[in-house]
């Protein structure tokens, strides 16, 4: 057998504790948080690249929230498997815009260097997995802190790239 399952084949895909339509809201949901990791591993290389390990080890573990992101998104009935994501990753962001508090207002242009333009690519994929999370909550069960924790990340990538342009010079 190969890597394939043929499982899908019918436009079905499985979720914990049941399967769904592919297009199915909870699947968008968190298919919408995996294409942010994705993006977000972009950065994280941009980071390594450019000498900002510390800021790419700080991304790597925000990685790990979006995997937990991911399953908690996937859970259709979290009295058999519950949530795995707790308030106090959405407390840790808001604890790191609060350390470093801009010295003027977020800069609303999008910036030239690759790593903030990469962050600000992150920020957008991350409001669109926002949306997709209202969508999905509107008819089914998701846990709110990962809506809350979303809709902070977008705000912490909007700062963090402002942080990083007015770094390398760009403010």
Known sequence: MGIYTR??????TSVIRGRV???????EAYGTVDELNTFLSSAIRQAEIDGE??????????QQYLFDCSHDLAV??????????????VEQ???RME???PAE??????????????????????????????????????SKV????INRLSTYLWWLADRVSGKQGER
């Open 7 to 12: 499982t899908g084949d019918g436009g079905k």
């Open 21 to 27: 339509d592919k297009d199915h809201a909870r699947v």
């Open 53 to 62: 390990a510390e800021l790419a080890a700080e991304l790597t573990g925000i």
């Open 76 to 89: 259709v009935s979290p009295e058999f498997r519950p949530y795995r994501l707790a308030l106090e990753a």
């Open 93 to 95: 962001l808001e604890r």
């Open 99 to 101: 350390e470093h508090p």
């Open 105 to 142: 207002p977020l800069q609303a242009g999008y910036p030239d260097n690759p790593l903030s333009a990469r962050l600000m690519v992150c920020r957008g994929v991350c409001r669109r997995a926002e949306r997709r999370i209202v969508t999905l909550m509107r008819d089914e069960i998701a």
């Open 146 to 149: 990962v809506l809350q924790y």
